[in-house]
Nanobody, 123 residues
Framework: QVQLVESGGGLVQAGGSLRLSCAAS????????MGWFRQAPGKNREFVAA????????YYADSVKGRFTISRDNAKNTVSLQMNSLKPEDTAVYYC????????????????WGQGTQVTVSS
């Protein structure tokens, strides 16, 4: 089992950057594929990015490709999301999630979730 705690959200102007972090408890972090999802008011939760358990493979939603970068440090039990060139449409609550062995783009495949961190991008 793993517990997840996100941090790093906040208010930023369009074009700015933020770095989200997710700290995981447990000694088996390295077996989990990790994902970032987001949910804007009135919208469904959507996939943002995911990374394999080793960190060797990553996946991105088309809407963030080229602007966001997911990374992980298995020695520190952390996964991060570097967000550059932020747009107002990136405004949402961002969630970190864990899935045994393989990452995925479907939120229903993830069994462990953090509490979320708010990201607000002003125009």
């Amino acid at each position: 089992q793993v517990q997840l705690v996100e941090s790093g959200g906040g208010l930023v102007q369009a074009g700015g950057s933020l770095r989200l972090s997710c700290a995981a408890s447990g000694r088996t972090f390295s077996i989990y594929g990790m994902g970032w999802f987001r949910q804007a008011p009135g919208k469904n939760r959507e996939f943002v990015a995911a990374i394999s358990s080793s960190g060797g493979t990553s996946y991105y939603a088309d809407s963030v490709k080229g602007r966001f970068t997911i990374s992980r440090d298995n020695a520190k039990n952390t996964v991060s999301l570097q967000m550059n060139s932020l747009k107002p449409e990136d405004t949402a609550v961002y969630y970190c999630a864990a899935r045994r062995y393989y990452p995925g783009t479907d939120s229903s495949e993830y069994g462990y979730w953090g509490q979320g961190t708010q990201v607000t991008v002003s125009s």
